[in-house]
């Protein structure tokens, strides 16, 4: 008799073979694609399937496809906000990063970006075009795609009140421009893009001279490099209670400088968790738990996890 692994294997060619007959040549698929690899944490097991489409076409094959076979799978941006567990992900991860999805340009005082395109990416071309009231997106380590997802936010400005409209691609492949008020747009959130995935997002500016945009985003530069640290990280680990900001909390609560293995808690910011190196997702997981349980028992405090955790 088969063992069950085998059997798996089997199955993990079946579909390998069924993706290659419908995407295109231009499609990037890998199978057992570490996710470390993918992640600003530099931690994650394999994902069974890696997927770059060529195009929207490919991409809404892919989606399609997953749904039909009951594959799970997840959008993965530049995994800034992403915390895989060691084992990895059973099912697909698509990934916008190929050119055609990064594609910026300046329309009048409005910014056309694609899902893929760097945020650095944006705001440098905002600055170009002397667009006024993006440079916070100068700091944010992830794409459009992922900061629309987690309505990604720094300097007092978070990305939707920034975003005139979105095109969208829902997991039937249907595409649709969505404004901000049809998004399910809170905090650290976007109800929508739980259900679908962003294509393109206009960002809307104002007419500013360009030194005066400069000297903004050296300014929030310097904060940041001041307040955060440079080491492997996935950028805040917790949303800020209406009480207190997370970090302060964790600060007040003397927890700086907390290890669990690789993982620990940062010195220059109470709310990141780095990877000193040899950390592994259960290392930051624990340390995660020791956290919550501390402000728990301590204040009373339910923190809330802002990174996503995939995985087993
Ligand atoms: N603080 C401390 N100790 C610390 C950290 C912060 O006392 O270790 C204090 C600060 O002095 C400040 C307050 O807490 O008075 C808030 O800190 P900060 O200005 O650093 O902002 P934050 O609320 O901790 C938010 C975003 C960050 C973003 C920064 C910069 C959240 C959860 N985080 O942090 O976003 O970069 O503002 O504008 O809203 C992220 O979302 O991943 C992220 C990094």
């Known amino acids: 008799m088969e063992s069950s692994p085998e059997k798996a294997a089997l199955a993990g060619d079946t579909i390998a073979r069924e993706f290659a007959g419908i995407l295109s040549a231009g499609t990037v698929f890998r199978r057992a694609e570490p996710l470390a690899k993918h992640t600003t944490l530099r931690v994650g ?18 989606l399609d496809f997953c749904r039909r076979r009951g594959i799970s799978f997840f959008i993965l ?40 395109a760097r945020l650095k ?15 916070f ?6 794409s459009v795609g992922g900061a629309l997802r987690m309505n990604a936010g ?20 249907h595409v649709a421009v969505l404004t901000p008020s049809e998004m399910a747009v809170s905090y650290r959130q976007c109800g929508t893009l739980k259900e679908s995935v962003a294509l393109e997002a206009v960002f809307r500016g104002s007419r500013a001279d360009r030194a005066e945009i400069e000297a903004r ?9 001041a307040s955060q640290p440079s080491a492997p990280s996935a950028g805040c680990i917790f949303k800020n209670p209406a009480s207190v900001p997370a970090g302060r909390l964790v600060e007040e ?9 690789g993982a620990r808690v940062s010195d220059e910011h109470g709310n990141f968790v780095v990877n000193d190196g040899g950390a592994t997702a259960a290392d930051i997981l624990e340390l995660i738990g020791m956290v919550k349980e501390k402000a728990r028992q301590a204040r009373g405090i339910e923190l809330e996890i802002e990174v996503e955790i995939i995985g087993e």
């Open 45 to 62: 097991g394999p994902v069974d399937y890696y997927i770059e489409p060529a195009d929207e076409m490919d991409l809404a094959k892919v």
């Open 77 to 116: 941006g530049r995994g800034s906000n992403l915390l895989v567990r060691d084992l990895g992900f059973r099912g697909a991860a698509v990934c916008l990063a190929q050119p055609v999805f990064a594609k910026i340009a300046a329309a009048g005082d409005q910014l056309v970006c694609g899902a893929g």
């Open 121 to 135: 990416a944006v705001a440098l071309e905002a600055k170009r075009a002397e667009l006024g009231g993006l440079e």
């Open 137 to 142: 997106l100068e700091g944010i380590p992830g």
């Open 154 to 173: 720094a300097m007092g400005a978070a990305t939707f009140d920034a975003i005139d409209r979105v095109r969208v691609m829902d997991f039937c492949g």
């Open 217 to 225: 985003m050296i300014s929030f530069s310097k904060k940041r490099w």
């Open 253 to 261: 609560l003397g927890l700086k400088g907390l290890r669990c293995g």
